[in-house]
């Protein structure tokens, strides 16, 4: 069969006829004597659009033919007008050269081999198996961009095997037949069956997003063309509703945030200093009280526990704190210096509508019962 989009990704309408269609698992199978949809394969998903106004939904190579699975049927020996969905097959290429550049300097710079490579919905992912570091990262992602800017043509051969001999070109494979070899000439060499575009410029902008080590290398995401457009205003939209709310200027956000953290930071041991003088006087008013139930406005699940624990020093009993509201529920601490709690503990989340538990000396969690249901389980005890 023909396949067009080897010949020209950038065709978006053509005429087939329809050479056999059979009802398969997730719609209809149909193979065509001459296709522009690129079927999933060297890591690029398929292509999506419509035959004779039916929408294809997936395309597969199989046994040599591109599989078309349709959501209805189309009638053998018609001929069927496709479309292509041009924005995702666009999409695609972007993202698909974009990788061959990034993978290209990488292993012409730190002799990386790409061992792993997915074109997500979202991102692009990369596999090296070579270390590199975040300054390394900033180094690819100019150098990449910089030959976005050249806009070089990319191209496309189909070598002898003579001539393939003597090639440099990047496979994460052997191969066998005939070997299709796309160019970005001073980037990269390899072989691919994929649809690319016709010079590096139509990729636009090529963004590297995070580098994390992965095996015995690192995975690269990264996003190209309208993504990471898409991307860079996202997080300029992001950048702007800081500055407003910290009152900075777009360049000096980070450092409000930073004094707005230490700003933080000093309010919370404030914070802290009063909570504890708070527990100490609460502590000295139920000395000797034996088994206490204490509610406490605005406590935090930690400082309901400091209060616990500088209360249940004084009261010569156990000590069950709470705070929250009625509306959206309480949450407990309990301790008992001479006692297994975790029977209360279930006996409580029963009764209470509560989930929670812990050591045999303290438990902690949360009810969902009223303050009054709460009073009226411990005096029943």
Not at 18 to 41: H, I, M, N, W
Request: charged share 25%.
């Amino acid at each position: 069969m023909e396949r067009l989009y080897e010949e020209n990704p950038f065709l978006t309408d053509f005429d087939a006829t329809v050479l056999s269609c059979q009802q398969g698992k997730r719609g209809y199978e149909v193979t065509l004597d001459r296709t522009a949809f690129y079927p999933e394969g060297g890591g690029q998903p398929w292509d999506t659009g419509t035959l004779g106004g039916v929408p294809v939904l997936e395309v597969h190579s199989r046994d040599g033919q591109v599989v078309h699975t349709c959501g209805g049927p189309l009638e053998p020996g018609a001929t069927v007008r496709g479309t292509i969905d041009w924005d995702r097959r666009f999409d695609l290429m972007q993202q698909h050269s974009g990788e061959h550049i990034v993978s290209g300097l990488a292993h012409a710079t730190w002799g990386c081999d790409n061992v792993g490579f997915h074109l997500g919905s979202e991102v692009v992912t990369i596999d090296l198996n070579v270390l590199l570091d975040e300054g390394q990262l900033a180094q690819l992602e100019e150098a990449a961009n910089r030959y976005l800017w050249e806009d070089r043509p990319v191209q496309i051969t189909y070598p002898s095997p003579q001539e393939l001999e003597r090639l440099d070109y990047r496979s994460k494979k052997e191969l066998t037949g005939q070997v299709r070899i796309v160019t970005f000439p001073g980037a990269d060499c390899c072989a691919c069956c994929g649809t690319h575009v016709r010079s590096a410029g139509q990729v636009g902008l090529i963004k590297l997003l995070t580098v994390q080590k992965f095996r015995d290398g690192v995975r690269i995401e990264l996003v190209c063309g309208r993504r990471a457009l898409r991307y860079v205003n996202q997080i300029l939209e992001q950048n702007r509703q800081v500055s407003h709310l910290l009152s900075a200027k777009p360049f000096e956000t980070g450092a409000a945030v930073e004094r707005l953290l230490a700003e933080s930071e000093g309010h919370k041991a404030r914070c802290a200093r009063l909570e504890d003088a708070r527990f100490a006087a609460l502590a000295r008013e139920h000395r000797g009280a034996g088994d206490t139930v204490l509610f406490e406005e605005g406590l935090s699940p930690d400082s309901l526990r400091r209060l616990c624990d500088a209360v249940l020093h004084t009261c010569g009993g156990y000590c069950a704190c709470f705070s929250g509201s009625d509306a959206g529920g309480w949450q407990y601490a309990v301790g008992a210096p001479d006692r297994d709690l975790r029977p209360l503990a279930k006996e409580m989340n029963a009764a209470l509508e509560g989930r929670g538990g812990g050591k045999p000396d303290f438990i902690q969690g949360m009810v969902r019962a009223s303050r009054a249901r709460i009073e009226a389980f411990f005096r029943a005890r």
